[in-house]
C-alpha cells in the first residue's frame, strides 16, 4: 500500500489529527540544478513546482495555514544574477497562480520586510493579496526578504518605542504582547515543520513561533520533494505525542 493508500484509508477511518499550521524550508533547489550541470535559477524553477504541490496538498487535505520559506534576508547575499532570477521567478508564479489561488479560495499572506523588495514585486504581492484577502480556505503565507531575528528585533523595537512613549510599562511586556508585534501576529505557530535537502539547522526562520514545532527533516532536494513523501510526513506527524512541556 503507497503512502498516499495509507493516509487515505486512515483519514477515512477518522484517525487523521492533521496539522494546523505546517511550514517548509524548501532548501536543495541549487545543489539540485548543479547536480544536472544546470544554472541554479533553473533549480528554483523547477522547485517552483514542488511549492504548487504543497499548496495543492494542503488545500486538498484541509490544512488551514502553510508558511514557505521563500527568500531570507540573507539571500540579499547571493549574486545580483541569482536575486534578479529569483524576484522575476516570485513575480511570474504569483501572476500564474492567481486564478488557481482564486478558484481553490487560497489567501496570500506574507512575512518579512516586504519593503525591500523591488517595487514591481511589491506591486504585484499587493495586488494578489488584495485580490485573495477574503478567501478562507488555505492561507499561504511566503517568508520573502524575511529573518527571524531581524522579526525579533523588529518587535522589541516596537515595544520599546511604546514603553517610550508612557503607553506600556515595561511590567506590561509579555509573551502575548510580543507575539502580537511579530510579523505571524493573528496566526497560531505551526504544528511541524518540515526542511529538505538534509541540513540539521533552522536557518533563522520563525526562531519565536518553532517552540514546540515537531520537526521533520527529509534529504529529498526540494525539487524532488513530492505528494507521496508530503503524505508520508504528515502521517509520521499523526504518530507524535505532543506535550509541550508537560509529562
Known sequence: MSSNDA???RR?????RLPVHVAIIMDGNGRWAQKRLLSRILGHEKGAEAVRMVVRTCRELGIAFLTLYAFSTENWQRSKAEVDGLMRLLRRFLKTELPDM??????LHVIG???SLPSDVQQTLSQAMAATQANTALQLNLALSYGGRDEITRAARALAA???AGSIGPEDISEDRVAACLDTRGIPDPD????TGGD??????LLWQ???TEFFITSTLWPDFNREQFLKIIDDFQTRERRFGRV
Do not use: C, G, K, P
Not at 12 to 16: L, S
Not at 102 to 107: G, P, S, Y
Not at 192 to 195: W, Y
Not at 200 to 205: A, D, E, P, V
Open 7 to 9: 493516509f487515505q484509508q
Open 12 to 16: 477515512a477511518e477518522a484517525d487523521v
Open 102 to 107: 482564486l478558484q481553490n479560495n487560497i489567501r
Open 113 to 115: 520586510r516586504t519593503e
Open 162 to 164: 511604546e514603553v517610550q
Open 192 to 195: 511541524m515543520l518540515i526542511r
Open 200 to 205: 540539521m539547522r533552522i536557518s533563522n526562520f
Open 210 to 212: 518553532l517552540a514546540y
